[in-house]
């Protein structure tokens, strides 16, 4: 019995393992989309300094408006990316939970035939004493 549920905390740890992963990797993602957000708040101030100057450079407008599609198309790729992730996530906190389902289960188990032995030991015990009492007494 303590075999098996050995197997099972240690798939249980298995499992907590990879869902700190994913989670870990969910976290960083999410920065990363900070980032994106940031660099286009950024990019957005920059340009609108550019278009209220008095020297207009029609150029340079024109990266900041291109390097701000591309921050746009960045930020939705990485809104996906997280909701990839995030899916992910919750399977991996179904599999732990169910792991830690089964290691309670066993737990549960071990603990009630621990009871029975030592129910079942103290019942022997009694009945060998009383053996020795009633031996005694028929010799006296």
Same mark, same amino acid.
């Given at each position: 019995?303590?075999?098996?549920?050995?197997?099972?905390?240690? %798939? #249980? &740890?298995?499992?907590?393992?990879?869902?700190?992963?994913?989670? =870990?990797?969910?976290? *960083?993602? +999410? !920065?990363?989309?900070?980032?994106?957000?940031?660099?286009?708040?950024?990019?957005?101030? %920059? #340009? &609108?300094?550019?278009?209220?100057?008095?020297?207009?450079?029609? =150029?340079?407008?024109? *990266?900041? +408006? !291109?390097?701000?599609?591309?921050?746009?198309?960045?930020?939705?790729?990485?809104?996906?990316?997280?909701?990839?992730?995030?899916?992910?996530?919750?399977?991996?906190?179904?599999?732990?939970?169910?792991?830690?389902?089964?290691?309670?289960?066993?737990?549960?188990?071990?603990?009630?035939?621990?009871?029975?032995?030592?129910?079942?030991?103290?019942?022997?015990?009694?009945?060998?004493?009383?053996?020795?009492?009633?031996?005694?007494?028929?010799?006296?």
């Amino acid at each position: 019995m303590q075999v098996v549920l050995d197997m099972r905390e240690k %798939e #249980l &740890e298995e499992r907590q393992m990879e869902m700190a992963k994913v989670l =870990a990797a969910l976290n *960083s993602q +999410r !920065e990363k989309l900070q980032n994106i957000v940031l660099a286009e708040e950024k990019n957005r101030d %920059e #340009l &609108e300094a550019l278009c209220t100057s008095e020297n207009i450079d029609i =150029a340079q407008i024109e *990266s900041h +408006r !291109e390097f701000g599609l591309k921050l746009i198309n960045d930020e939705k790729n990485q809104e996906r990316v997280i909701l990839n992730t995030e899916a992910i996530l919750k399977k991996k906190q179904e599999e732990v939970t169910k792991a830690h389902q089964k290691v309670e289960v066993l737990k549960k188990l071990k603990e009630k035939q621990e009871k029975e032995y030592y129910k079942e030991f103290l019942h022997s015990e009694m009945k060998e004493i009383d053996d020795i009492t009633s031996a005694r007494f028929r010799l006296q």
